[in-house]
């Protein structure tokens, strides 16, 4: 969201929190209802950025909404704490402490197994609070007597106790607690969040600490829960045993999923349908125990039709209509159709042109510059999957500026090796030297941060977020390192961002795609953005694991150009299939054979070599067409 849009927001937001109890109470809306909306609202902003974002599924919030507020609710009865306000902070802080270790274990695991834990965990906070500190939390009677804040303004002392009167100090917190959010998302670590919801693996290879990240959006989640729990016991004056129930968490999860998930309005739009409803279905049409069957109807419809929720679907329906209004009027002044022909010039002259912007470009590396020696060295690398030898006793060295291809029938070994060499997998035997530094064991991470990075054979980008978009992940981890908690500066405001990815988007031709989402590109662009991510951080050795594969004869010739571009003043390897290809791009060629390094040398010596056409013997002919006449 750009600023200017951002600030809109941030004022409408404002605005409708104003006009609530101007507007509310004609419609016949009690006020602890609106309430009981904000704090389910305020608990629901943490929990998006969790879910929503992140991509974590949590049914562990009650755990930590409890915590904040039986802290809270505890100094401000038994200890005689006397300031509301700093009882609410001192329960949010505790809440982000006990989020912090409750990640630390959590996060060891992902998907349904980090959801599973999550359930165990709020399932025993609820039985400590319950037992063995019931005499702190008040058992099964909860804590009654929590007082309500009021604000010493010197002059006057403004008194927030109940119903409409209450709601000012709630809504305040509601609004604070949504431009934090606000900025949270829009930082360069919710552009990292959303890409660990989108690809853990790719956000992990591009150089992110997928872990360090997901432990601070599960900090931030209990931070808000704990803040909105606190709240809890001061709406109620009393803080009852059931926020730590599992029911809690169930409801913040439905709540958010009716109002819309990645959306942090959507929890408390989610909170209304769900509060007025149980009102109404309760008070008016006198349902009793039944509202919940209706309301489970409601859910079920609503997750059935509207599956992004409320706020999803209205932004859905935003979306189409502002991208359907510019292409309607690109429509009316459309091209004339080209011929056959005609399209091969164009393109042959827009990778003249990006070549000749990426020649004037002053490339950025990440190399050190007193490093003399190979780049890359590897000493009998071997690596066993149970009973299958994919590698054994490989010795490869590379020298910088190299570009190297990488040959080998099917199953010879050659994905293996590199992910190897980028420490995607460790090794069973032997040792690989990057600039002078041995980073056999290091983390695929770590050796992305060092400058040794690759393209994936089958891509791995992030599929719902545009070509810039994708760019700009891989080159945040270039610019901030590993980890880093900028979480009130806008991604745009990173010094260098805008212009690495301009340079990346050139030289992999996509600068006029930038804005596409990458489900709109066609095979070959999507290719060319998988080596564009790996382009993004700089590296000073590329990897690129069959960049051509899938591609049509004429997307193959517009990224051999390319890479012909891209290899300037750079070091890479090549892993490809198509021979024509690979003679034309590389100085020297490897050949792997069932796992072990076959031969080496420079293109002529490898298509002469009888032990390579031996290889190919399945293929013997396609090495032998590609000799010279
Ligand atoms: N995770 C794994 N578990 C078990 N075996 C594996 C695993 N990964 C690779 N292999 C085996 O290791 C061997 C080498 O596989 P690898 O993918 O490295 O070959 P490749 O040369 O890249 O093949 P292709 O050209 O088809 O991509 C194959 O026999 C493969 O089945």
């Not at 305020?42 to 039986?70: C, E, K, N, P, V």
């Not at 459309?334 to 827009?350: C, I, S």
């Amino acid at each position: 969201m750009p600023r200017q849009r951002r600030f809109l927001f941030e004022v409408l937001a404002a605005i409708c929190l104003i006009a609530v109890p101007f507007v509310l109470p004609y419609l016949n809306a009690a006020p602890n209802t609106v309430n009981r909306i904000l704090v389910w609202g305020l608990f629901g902003l943490g929990f998006d950025i969790l879910f929503g974002y992140t991509g974590l599924l949590s049914f562990g919030q009650s755990a930590f909404f409890g915590t904040g507020g039986f802290v809270a609710a505890y100094l401000l009865t038994r200890a005689g704490f006397p300031n509301v306000m700093l009882a609410l902070v001192i329960g949010m802080a505790a809440a982000a402490v006990v989020g912090y270790l409750i990640g630390l274990l959590a996060l060891r695991r992902t998907g349904i197994y980090f959801a599973m834990i999550t359930v165990a965990i709020a399932e025993i906070f609820f039985f400590v609070e319950f037992n063995p500190l019931s005499e702190w939390t008040g058992g099964e009677n909860g804590l009654p007597g929590v007082p309500t804040p009021s604000l010493n303004l010197g002059f006057t002392t403004l008194h927030f106790t109940s119903g409409w009167s209450l709601y000012p100090f709630l809504a305040f917190c509601y609004f604070v607690g949504l431009v934090l959010a606000l900025r949270v998302v829009r930082s360069p670590v919710g552009a990292v969040l959303v890409a660990i919801r989108e690809n853990p693996l790719r956000a992990a290879a591009v150089g992110h600490n997928v872990w360090a990240y997901k432990l601070t959006a599960f900090v931030i989640a209990a931070a808000y829960a704990g803040l909105a729990g606190g709240l809890l016991g001061v709406l109620q004056g009393f803080m009852p045993p059931d926020a730590f129930m599992f029911d809690t968490s169930g409801q913040l999860v439905i709540q958010t999923a009716i109002g819309g998930r990645g959306t942090l309005v959507g929890p408390l739009v989610g909170a209304a349908v769900w509060l007025f409803l149980q009102d109404f279905l309760q008070a008016t049409l006198k349902l009793g125990a039944a509202w919940k069957l209706v309301l489970g109807l409601v859910f079920v419809l609503l997750v059935c039709f509207l599956r992004q929720g409320i706020i999803g679907g209205i932004k859905g329906l935003f979306v189409r209509a502002t991208t359907r209004a510019p292409a309607a009027a690109e429509a009316g002044s459309a091209a004339p159709q080209l011929t056959a022909e005609e399209e091969q010039r164009a393109a042959h002259q827009r990778v003249q042109r990006e070549q000749r912007q990426v020649a004037a470009m002053p490339a950025v590396h990440h190399a050190d510059a007193s490093f003399r020696g190979p780049i890359l060295q590897a000493t009998g690398l071997t690596k066993r999957f149970a009973g299958v030898v994919a590698n054994e006793g490989i010795d490869f060295t590379v020298r910088a500026g190299e570009l190297r291809g990488i040959i080998g029938p099917n199953g010879a070994g050659k994905s293996t090796f590199f992910k190897m060499l980028t420490c995607e997998i460790a090794p069973t035997k032997g040792k690989i030297v990057f600039e002078g530094r041995d980073i056999t064991g290091l983390g695929v991470t770590d050796v992305c941060q060092l400058g040794l990075t690759k393209s994936y054979q089958v891509n791995q980008l992030f599929n719902r977020l545009t070509v810039r978009q994708n760019v700009e992940i891989a080159a945040l981890a270039e610019l901030r390192g590993k980890f880093k908690l900028d979480l009130l500066r806008s991604v745009a405001s990173v010094p260098g961002l805008q212009e690495q990815v301009e340079h990346t988007l050139a030289l992999v031709n996509l600068g006029a795609r930038a804005d596409a989402p990458v489900s709109e590109l066609a095979y070959g662009e999507k290719r060319r953005l998988e080596v564009g991510l790996a382009l993004a951080s700089s590296p000073s050795l590329l990897l690129l694991d069959e960049p051509l594969a899938g591609m049509s004869p004429s997307e193959r010739v517009e990224t051999v150009a390319l890479l012909k571009s891209i290899a300037k003043g750079r070091t890479m390897i090549i892993i490809d299939h198509d021979m024509d290809a690979l003679f034309e791009l590389a100085e020297r060629i490897t050949v792997l054979q069932e796992g072990r390094l076959l031969v080496e040398g420079t293109p002529q010596e490898i298509k002469r070599n009888p032990q390579v056409q031996e290889a190919y013997l399945g293929g013997i002919h396609e090495v032998l067409q590609h000799e010279p006449a």
